[in-house]
């Protein structure tokens, strides 16, 4: 080999170590200290709440086989967040199949979503989807009460027309405690475990993950898919079919699926259509 080649040689092995080296730096920094950081800050900040209702709550804080899905959610776990081709596969290996539940959610269904009204917030259909609107200081939660999920795929498309804040609801039990999934206007993304008590008067809520998306659609009236896939206590976040985040916790196996609309200083108008479930 000659003086040439074996100069060529080290410079092309030095520059692939700089790669390396930036890259690995730069994934640490999107997605570990990022998130972290953001997360801590979250988890400061939360605190109790009151609920006025057992679904109106005050706001003081902000298929294929399961075993193929099950190996994909595994490996993707066991590498913090995974290659991003292992959480694509994540999530198409969820959303393959025929969903179990397939809901366009224009009209009242065998699903039996809630339709309430009340001075704080509602539940309706109207404008051909599913409407959660809820005055200033409160959040509402919509569930469809003929539905009971475990392991699954939970995706909807959420346009938030007014306010800053809606998402989804997993796992829920009657009254309405459960995993809530909320995606902003800002393109923040968050998950929490809310507890209820009995009488419905008092709510405690844990973070388990604040973030943000960049697959987001920022501001308002523009329509996001959010796909949540929950096996075991593992949980994943899509937004608009790309990766936002992962989380765990096994306070609740299985329950009602639901919507929600959110508010902060401001009243909101959340708009949902095509539900679908796939049970995983």
């Known amino acids: 080999m000659s003086l040439n080649t074996r100069v060529a040689m080290f410079v092309l092995l030095a520059l692939l170590a700089v790669v390396l080296v930036v890259g690995s730096i730069l994934i640490y ?12 800050q979250a988890t400061a900040t939360a605190g109790a709440t009151n609920a006025t209702t057992s679904a109106v709550h005050a706001r003081s804080a902000v298929s294929p086989s399961a075993n193929a899905t099950a190996t994909v959610l595994a490996e993707a776990t066991s590498s913090i967040a995974g290659t991003q081709i292992a959480l694509e596969s994540v999530y198409n290996q969820a959303t393959g199949g025929t969903p179990a539940l397939n809901d366009s959610l224009r009209a009242q269904s065998k699903n039996n979503w809630d339709e309430v009204q009340s001075s704080q917030a509602s539940c309706s259909f109207a404008k051909g989807m599913y409407d959660s609107t809820t005055t200033s200081g409160y959040f509402r939660s919509c569930m469809a009460e003929a539905t009971n999920f475990g392991n699954l795929a939970y995706q ?8 800053h804040s809606g998402g989804l609801v997993l796992r829920a039990t009657a009254n309405t405690s459960g995993y809530y999934f909320r995606l902003s206007t800002d393109g923040t993304v968050l998950a929490e475990k809310l507890v209820i008590n009995a009488q419905g008067n008092n709510t405690t809520s844990t973070s388990l993950f604040a973030g943000r998306s960049a697959a987001a659609n920022m501001g308002n009236n523009q329509f996001n898919t959010i796909t949540v896939i929950m096996r075991g206590s593992g949980m994943y976040m ?10 765990s916790d ?12 959110d508010s902060d200083a401001s ?7 095509n539900a679908q479930v796939w049970k995983l």
């Open 267 to 273: 009243s909101s108008e959340i708009l949902f259509r």
């Open 238 to 247: 899509y937004i608009n079919r790309q990766y936002a985040f992962h989380t």
């Open 250 to 261: 096994s306070s609740y196996t299985s329950g009602l699926i639901g919507v929600f609309a």
């Open 156 to 163: 909807v498309e959420m346009n938030v027309v007014s306010g």
């Open 29 to 40: 920094l999107m997605l570990i200290y990022e998130p972290a950081q953001i997360h801590a």
